[in-house]
């Protein structure tokens, strides 16, 4: 166990809707990052949050934002959803800002089927 | 940006020895990271690497060379368990923020 929750972790939902996950990071992690991994592709790097700010973005579609909560919790938001937002979702969770010897650790993720 | 080559498939049998290497283009260098991923599961992380040099943890290794912009994980002593896929990650702070990028993995299979 990473100490790195996510729910759910299932979800099906039809084009069009709207789902939101959650990530809560392992007791004394300031940052959290989303990835989306598709079928036998990689980890695709989405954003991160540092103690309730933005840090970084990557390939992020407008359609998706996320926030990080005061209780640094996060939530991952993906509207308008489209078949091939299927994937599975992780959210990972570091100490501090990386770049500083400390790895993240990673939840189960959330897989998403879009019917 | 970045860009991150790793095979994609390797076969190795059981009690071998297996090199997995990863080659990487970043404009703003932090560190070096493999994870291993089981199909469907969370990518736990294996090394870290930030120096030129070996760093050993048990049965692996992790070698970083920053001048050549590669780095390779050894697996030794091989086990069934250890088929999954091996993903190298690079800490970039190229674009002004911190990213940790993955490549695509190498799926590793260890045959009896």
């Known amino acids: 166990d990473s100490g790195v929750t996510q729910t759910p972790k299932h979800l099906i939902t039809a084009t069009g809707q709207r789902v939101t996950l959650r990530c809560s990071p392992r007791s004394g992690d300031l940052s959290v990052y989303w990835y989306q991994q598709s079928l036998d592709q990689g980890l695709q790097f989405l954003i991160q949050?540092?103690?309730?700010?933005?840090?970084a973005k990557g390939n992020i579609l407008e359609r998706f934002s996320a926030q990080q909560f005061p209780d640094l919790h996060s939530e991952l938001n993906l509207s308008s959803l489209e078949l091939g937002d299927s994937a599975l979702y992780f959210c990972?969770?570091?100490?501090?800002?990386?770049?500083?010897?400390?790895?993240?650790?990673f939840g189960q993720g959330t897989r998403l089927t879009v019917v | 940006g970045q860009n991150i080559d790793q095979p994609t498939e390797m076969t190795a049998t059981e009690g071998a020895i297996v090199q997995i290497n990863c080659t990487y283009q970043t404009s703003g260098f932090n560190g070096l990271f493999w994870y291993q991923q089981h199909a469907g599961e969370a990518p736990t992380f294996l090394s870290y690497?930030?120096?030129?040099g070996l760093e050993e943890k048990g049965r692996f290794s992790s070698f970083l060379s920053r001048s050549k912009g590669y780095s390779y994980l050894l697996l030794k002593e091989l086990q069934m368990k250890d088929s999954a896929s091996y993903l190298c990650?690079?800490?970039?702070?190229?674009?002004?923020?911190?990213?940790?990028?993955f490549g695509k993995g190498t799926k590793l299979s260890v045959i009896p």
């Open positions: 949050y540092y103690n309730g700010e933005e840090r």
């Open positions: 690497n930030v120096l030129d």
């Open positions: 990650a690079v800490y970039d702070s190229g674009a002004g923020s911190y990213q940790l990028t």
């Open positions: 990972a969770s570091s100490v501090d800002v990386m770049g500083k010897g400390t790895e993240a650790f």
